[in-house]
């Protein structure tokens, strides 16, 4: 009898063991599943789940401290990394996430001491000598930093990375012949990096090589179309050898792209004076002195254009303005006595006179000319302020650092590196609301509908949406006591028809929670009971992509899921074939798949079911655009943007270049 207790004890051990393990296994998926979508809030409280079950588990600290890296939270990431080292201190990369994220915090001491580490366990990674070498560049150890690139070079003689490195100790060093050497050797290696050619433009523009750095500027353009800050130089070397047509046309460029940029306003205000194009000039001038309202500089040349357009009350206001602050400015007298002479205050116009007089009899005033050549090429450091340099170009201050960044995978956001002609996601079934902007749309589905009538007020209204924002920890807390609730109250029913509506509502909480898995086998469930219910068949599909996704990240092959998706999609259709968003979810599968001739046929019928649906237009817009069809993809994108999905102006304007 106590063989056979014993027996039943250590099976049921056993089994909780194996629950548990299961449940921790179901914890990581998901919290990574999360992670891969940039969910992470969600993925923090999965990981923290996993960690309070099983702390021993160096993967679930070490995905934790990801997460919180991402979040900007870098102090909790350093802290996760390194339970993580305690637990498993042969990992490399956990070397690796501790050291950038101390780098955040500028403990660069510390970072080093961690690319030391993770070096003597994978000497061959170069991007770890790299970053222990730009620490040292941080901490202004010149020499030292040298000696590491030394090292680089020697081992990875074809890293222009390495070269990159070296031009900016060099730059720091104030060698620009050695750092313009390093460079082009760089450049040679990599003639694709925008970073570099940046670089390269900014010696020429210190050594005046205008035409050089234009050249080099248009390079970085062409490679990294949206940097501000390469227009606006461009724009100074085009300046510079009289190309007046060409900076006119970078400095538009530049305030399309940042409509606040302060060289951008100024520096084209300046150049409309020079084109006579007084009126936009002083546009651009109310623009600066609204930035910046004790502008001295902005408001005289404000007075300027105001002068010359005829506005002499304004003109004086702003020739007063500076003349207060700089009361020996000669030229600001001058002009604003020639404004009191046009009005016939002939009183105040003397008195300006006699001022300037007096100052003629200790030192010669010569009126300074307006645009001539010299003037033209002069320029003056944003922070130099100095009335009589009113009609100089601005230029920033002089910056010797580069954009070096640390070379890791923990770098920046996916987001971050999306491209331009990115897909616009799938509809789906949840509980959050449809989150694309288009604020005139509103996502519909009768059968939905039908749904939240059948369960009336004893459940959470279901959603038909798309791109929903990621949950707030205290949402996800409230949606994991939901996944709680609903488990309870199925097990508490008494026939599977009890349960149904339960399972998909489980489903549908689940696929909140970015647990694909688990949604999936609660919708595989639901559709053993029902298989008429298009709602299941199309929430599986949705659910089943987004697990491919995942696992396609990591390498796995996802053919005969993604075979399993379109059928969940065609199924779903033929059960609600009047349902545009499932025709639009399938043609995502298919450009996915990059079967585009299917993909324009599914928006297409999409599009015959709801004519209102920007992202039909706007996916079907991209899908032509890779298939080389410029005239229509851009014509289906003009209509996205017609019905307020405005992303597909930018991508119009890509597409054009």
């Not at 996704?549 to 609600?576: C, Q």
Request: overall charge positive.
């Amino acid at each position: 009898m106590m063989k056979r207790v014993l027996v039943i004890l250590v099976a049921l051990v056993s089994a909780l063991n194996v629950k548990a393990q299961f449940n921790v296994d179901r914890l990581m998926s998901a919290g990574e599943t999360a992670l891969h979508y940039e969910d992470y809030v969600l993925s923090v409280q999965y990981f923290s789940q996993a960690i309070a079950q099983k702390p021993y588990l160096y993967g679930a600290w070490y995905d934790r401290a990801v997460a919180k890296y991402y979040l900007e939270d870098f102090v909790g990431a350093e802290a996760d990394a390194s339970k993580a080292i305690s637990l498993n201190p042969y990992i490399e990369g956990l070397y690796d996430l501790r050291a950038v994220s101390r780098i955040r915090q500028e403990k660069l001491d510390s970072a080093i001491t961690d690319y030391n580490k993770a070096i003597g366990i994978n000497p061959t990674e170069k991007n770890y000598w790299f970053n222990r070498a730009l620490c040292y560049l941080q901490q202004k150890k010149y020499d030292v930093a040298l000696l590491q690139t030394d090292t680089i070079v020697r081992k990875w003689e074809k890293y222009a990375n390495a070269y990159s490195l070296r031009a900016e100790i060099f730059l720091h060093q104030k060698d620009t012949t050695k750092a313009a050497k390093a460079l082009d050797k760089s450049l040679l290696l990599n003639p694709y990096d925008a970073d570099t050619w940046t670089t390269r433009a900014s010696i020429s523009l210190a050594r005046r090589k205008w035409r050089d750095a234009d050249e080099e500027l248009s390079k970085a353009i062409h490679l990294s179309p949206k940097k501000v800050k390469n227009y606006i130089n461009r724009a100074l070397a085009r300046l510079n050898y009289n190309n007046l047509r060409g900076s006119m046309a970078d400095y538009d460029k530049a305030l399309e792209l940042d409509p606040n940029n302060f060289l951008g306003h100024y520096n084209r205000g300046l150049l409309r004076m020079q084109f006579g194009d007084d009126n936009r000039a002083i546009v651009d001038f109310d623009y600066i002195i609204k930035m910046e309202p004790q502008n001295f500089m902005a408001i005289f040349n404000r007075g300027i254009l105001l002068d010359r357009t005829g506005n002499l009350r304004g003109a004086i206001r702003d020739y007063s303005s500076v003349i207060a602050q700089f009361p020996n400015f000669w030229t600001g007298l001058s002009y604003r006595a020639r404004c009191y002479r046009k009005l016939g205050m002939n009183a105040k116009a003397e008195l300006d006179e006699f001022r300037i007089m007096k100052a003629q009899m200790n030192k010669h005033l010569g009126i300074q000319p307006r645009w001539s050549k010299h003037t033209l090429k002069a320029m003056r450091k944003r922070t130099e302020i100095d009335p009589d340099k009113y009609d100089q170009v601005v230029v920033e201050e002089a910056d010797e650092n580069m954009a070096n960044e640390y070379k890791s995978q923990y770098r920046g956001k996916v987001q971050n590196q999306e491209s331009d002609d990115k897909i616009m996601p799938m509809y789906e079934l949840s509980f959050q609301p449809y989150n694309n902007g288009v604020r005139s749309y509103q996502a519909y589905s009768s059968k939905v509908e039908a749904f939240n009538q059948k369960m009336g007020g004893k459940a959470e209204r279901v959603l038909v949406s798309c791109n929903a924002d990621n949950l707030s920890a205290e949402k996800s807390k409230a949606y994991f006591k939901k996944v709680e609730t609903l488990s309870a109250s199925i097990a508490a029913t008494k026939t599977v028809a009890d349960a149904k509506d339960l399972l998909l509502q489980r489903a549908i909480t689940y696929s909140v929670l970015s647990d694909y898995l688990d949604a999936v086998s609660d919708l595989t469930s639901y559709i053993q009971i029902d298989s008429t219910n298009a709602l299941a068949y199309w929430q599986r599909g949705v659910c089943q992509t987004m697990v491919n996704d995942f696992n396609a990240s990591r390498g796995i092959d996802t053919k005969l899921k993604a075979a399993a998706a379109l059928n969940d999609f065609s199924d779903a259709i033929r059960l609600d074939s009047d349902n545009a968003y499932i025709y639009y979810d399938r043609g995502n599968l298919h450009a996915a798949l990059k079967d585009y001739a299917k993909a324009v046929d599914d928006y297409t019928k999409a599009l015959s079911k709801d004519k209102m649906l920007a992202e039909a237009y706007y996916n079907r817009g991209v899908v032509r655009l890779r298939m080389g069809n410029k005239s229509a993809g851009n014509a289906d994108l003009s209509k996205a943007g017609e019905l307020g999905l405005y992303k597909a102006y930018s991508v119009i304007k890509h597409s054009k270049k």
